[in-house]
């Protein structure tokens, strides 16, 4: 089969396409035929062996995301059959097969359903971010009319779901871009400001936005350039959720500064969050109870073909996408 291998870590130049046996399925998996894999930033820190710590040993399959079709089943899996569509998750862990191949062994409890209006590419676009936003919607703050949320990096694939949900749930939705385009985009989905990082003071923008009381809720996946500021822009008893570092690592913080105004800041990592069947499901079946209803609409900025993957990279890497970065397998 083909796959994508990082032969060492470093830049995108280290993803090499390469020819591998296809794998058959142990016990209590499923064999998958990938049609899309999902691009995510998390591959390119674990390309750059930033990610986790201590890095991957190479070489490896980077892709942590993908969406296709059962083909063979192990023994004992009784969640899927063949022929099944399904979508998946794999964690960033050694050892484990990934999602830039043509064909993924995977552990059948991973494994997520899709409904006969859930195509391929829009499953592999919508399963690792459209997870990742329901669980940050609904577990940290109510979001509701009232509620105010600040989203970082708001045009990127995470960042325009962010802001469909959040608006949906009836806050007051403000999102962080660099420049005037992406600012458009994130107008057009539905976020009430957009606020360029690169022209204004967020933190500032932010407390006029809001009679200066901060915001109550700010999703942060950037890191070094953000997190200090988000400190400042956030409300009394407000909520900062951090789950990426796109910017760098941020600077460390005494925890006893988190005393004054009562503020809350949770790290946040998807795979704590779908670590059962029932909970991976239930979050999934949301998403496309939102694509299904309308009000979540998938936004694909480009698909590449696997032998395309270091172009892939770079525009992520590069920042130049607005929204989901895909392979097709």
Known sequence: MKTIQVDRHGNADVLKLTELETPKPQSGQALIKIHYAGVNFIDVAMRRGWYPNPAIPTPFTPGVEGAGEVIEIGTGVTEVKVGDHVSFMQEEEPGLDRAYAEYIPIAAWKLIPLPDSISFETAAAMTAQGLTTQYMMHEFVTLQPGKSILIHAAAGGMGLN????????????????????????????????????????????????????????????????????????VATRGHIVTYGITGGMPDDINPFALLSRSRTVHGADLFDYINNREERIMRANAVWEGIAAGWLKPQISQVFALEDAIAAHQLIEDRNNMGKILLKI
């Not at 469909?164 to 976020?191: D, P």
């Not at 009679?211 to 500021?229: H, M, R, S, Y």
């Open 162 to 233: 962010l802001v469909q949900w959040a608006k949906h749930l009836g806050a007051f939705v403000m999102g962080t871009t660099s420049n005037e385009t992406k600012a458009q985009r994130v107008l057009e989905l539905g976020a009430d400001a957009a606020i360029d990082y690169t022209q204004e003071d967020f933190v500032q923008r932010v407390k006029e936005l809001t009679d200066g009381k901060g915001a109550d809720l700010i999703i942060d996946g950037v890191g070094k350039t953000t997190f200090a500021g988000d400190l400042e822009a």
